[in-house]
């Protein structure tokens, strides 16, 4: 019963350092679209090594590096084609060698995004298992179709971007032959986790880039890997990205015995690495499963991206998200933003509702109110407060930094998230979250391409994005980018104090850390602080002793 044993009989002296992950601030860098350093409109590695500076500065502890691996880029990245090397787009392995090095150096850790459920279509194992090689066919999941001729999918699930998740493939005499499941797109087939060689295969792969100094490892998808046996129907409704209703092609249980064995593998170097993963389990209990001590080490806990601006349900979500891991010993694991939903300060520039959402009902509500981007903007800063003074480590994504609003109105013909053609453009998709960050000027592409770079951006820029540039935040004391400089400072304080709620007025919440109290307004009339000194607010008027709505702020109460 290994899983049941503390951390502590686990590896035997953990030592504090060993620990970072527990309360670290983690900056998740999409490559393409954070910087480009020779000019071709994509984002690559020289763009990142050049502003590695500018991330320990804002004061994070980890990066997150979205996939960097060669891919067509059918799902931007997260179909590999080879898990040892760069996309030659981004750059070249000593290249990466490097970065990694110049990180570390730059007091940042590394944790690589390892996309284990599935491989590129073009990954040679597929091409192999495509042209009839049945060892090569036994690492993906291939079945014989239903009807007749065999001409329905074997049973009915659905892709996460529409349509069923099963396509037929035509034997060597061109006959039409069996079907392969892909969960995602028709370009990223399912792995087969029954094969040996597959576990193996991913081992390794840890393996190598642990062995040149990485961090850890973001899993992609991490509770896709174990199907149930026979793959029977699911009978139920499409399911989206944010449905977690029990479906037999998630959350087996068989998955734990695979993060097991990476486990023993990321205790066995020094120091440890660590693994956060990305798990929709269908309840708290079922997420927690993960975070045994013998297994991962972190599981973003997703709530906040769903959780509208209020008081009561943001506490509610915190509160049930700090429950589902105190049992398991695991640190909370908080996220506003990522490359998967719509940016913050979007979701809060519109009327709040009182219910939980998801990305296609936040979407189909672009078209019918106005987004007030100030208010978004102001809660954005406020939600930031809140998250980064609970307990736990907290993932930021990129630009949140600068306040970026999601990009609504991204011409059709230059979407490129798969998602959107293929629902049938009935989703808009997520390239509004995956804009280029401006960093310097007044008009595109902000310095994100080096002067005298003639190919546009991969995805268009605003044109009003000149204010939230990186330089121009730099200097502006009141400026998002300097909340987050100085909140990532004073949080440093706070860490080791034990945290507790306090009670507040209704629409308000707050809570304790040690001396620190944070306060949260998301009601319409401001309400009185503690008395006691402002460490840090959400806004830049000086309001003494009183906290406007949709604000909030850091009080030292001795
Ligand atoms: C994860 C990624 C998402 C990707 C999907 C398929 O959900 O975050 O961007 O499309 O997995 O790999
Ligand atoms: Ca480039």
């Known amino acids: 019963m290994a899983q049941q044993l503390p951390t502590t009989q686990v590896r035997p002296h953990p030592t504090s350092e060993d620990l970072w992950w527990r309360t670290a601030v983690v900056y998740q860098v999409y490559v393409r679209s954070f910087a480009d350093g020779n000019g071709d409109g994509i984002g690559d590695l020289a763009g990142l090594r050049a502003r590695l500076a500018y991330l320990a500065d804002l004061g994070v502890d980890a990066l997150w590096i979205n996939p960097w691996y060669p891919s067509p880029q059918v799902d931007a990245g997260y179909d590999v084609t080879d898990y040892r090397d760069i996309e030659p787009a981004y750059g070249t392995l000593t290249e990466a060698e490097t970065l990694i090095q110049e990180a570390h150096a730059a007091g940042l850790r590394v944790i690589l995004d390892i996309v284990p459920n599935h491989t590129s279509s073009e990954h040679e194992w597929f091409r192999a298992a495509l042209a009839g090689d049945a060892r090569a066919r036994s690492r993906y999941i291939f079945r014989a179709g239903r009807?007749?001729?065999?001409?329905?999918?074997?049973?009915?699930?659905?892709?996460?971007?529409g349509g069923p998740a099963w396509t037929r493939v035509s034997d060597a005499d061109g006959a039409p032959g069996a079907w392969y499941l892909h969960l995602f797109a028709p370009d990223q087939p399912d792995l087969n986790w029954e094969n040996d060689e597959v576990r193996e295969e991913f081992e390794d792969i840890l393996r190598f880039w642990f062995d040149r100094g990485v961090d850890g490892f973001r899993i992609d998808v991490a509770h896709g890997l174990s199907k149930t046996p026979g793959l029977p129907d699911a009978g139920v409704r499409e399911r989206t990205a944010l449905d977690t209703a029990p479906h037999p092609a998630w959350d087996h249980d068989d998955v734990h015995e695979i993060y097991r064995a990476w486990r023993k593998i990321a205790d066995s170097y020094e120091p440890?690495?660590?693994?956060?993963?990305?798990?929709?389990?269908?309840?708290?209990?079922?997420?927690?499963?993960?975070?045994?001590?013998?297994?991962?080490?972190?599981?973003?806990?997703?709530d906040f991206l769903q959780a509208p601006f209020h008081a009561e349900h943001m506490r509610a979500v915190a509160d049930e998200a700090m429950a589902a891991v105190t049992g398991v010993e695991a640190p909370s694991t908080w996220v506003l933003s990522n490359h998967d939903v719509a940016r913050h300060v979007t979701r809060y520039a519109r009327s709040q509702p009182e219910h939980i959402v998801d990305r296609v009902w936040e979407q189909?509500?672009?078209?019918?109110?106005?987004?007030?981007?100030?208010?978004?903007?102001?809660?954005?800063?406020?939600?930031?407060?809140?998250?980064?003074?609970?307990?736990?480590?907290?993932?930021?994504?990129?630009?949140e930094e600068l306040g970026l609003p999601e990009v609504e109105d991204i011409p059709a013909v230059l979407r490129q998230d798969p998602l959107f053609e293929q629902?049938?453009?009935?989703?808009?998709?997520?390239?509004?979250?995956?804009?280029?960050?401006p960093w310097s000027g007044s008009s595109p592409p902000y310095g994100f391409s080096p002067g005298g770079t003639i190919?546009?951006?991969?995805?268009?820029?605003?044109?009003?994005?000149?204010?939230?540039?990186?330089?121009?935040?730099?200097?502006?004391?009141a400026s998002t980018l300097n909340l987050y400089r100085q909140c990532l400072r004073v949080r440093r304080h706070l860490l080791e104090s034990p945290f507790s709620w306090v009670d507040s007025p209704q629409g308000t919440l707050a809570l304790r850390r040690g001396g620190v109290e944070c306060w949260l307004n998301t009601s319409d009339a401001p309400v009185n602080l503690p008395a006691g000194q402002v460490l840090v607010r959400s806004t830049s008027a000086d309001d003494h002793n009183l906290l406007r709505p949709n604000s909030a702020a850091w009080v030292f109460t001795p």
């Open 147 to 161: 009807g007749d001729s065999g001409d329905l999918p074997p049973n009915d699930w659905r892709s996460q971007f």
């Open 272 to 302: 440890p690495r660590v693994f956060v993963a990305e798990s929709w389990a269908p309840s708290s209990d079922r997420l927690a499963l993960y975070l045994r001590p013998d297994e991962l080490h972190m599981a973003f806990q997703f």
């Open 364 to 399: 189909q509500r672009w078209a019918l109110e106005g987004a007030d981007l100030e208010l978004g903007l102001r809660r954005a800063r406020a939600a930031l407060m809140l998250v980064l003074a609970l307990p736990g480590s907290a993932y930021l994504y990129q630009g």
């Open 423 to 437: 629902s049938g453009r009935t989703i808009l998709g997520r390239d509004g979250c995956r804009v280029p960050l």
């Open 455 to 477: 190919a546009e951006p991969w995805l268009p820029q605003p044109t009003n994005w000149g204010p939230l540039a990186a330089s121009a935040q730099s200097k502006d004391p």
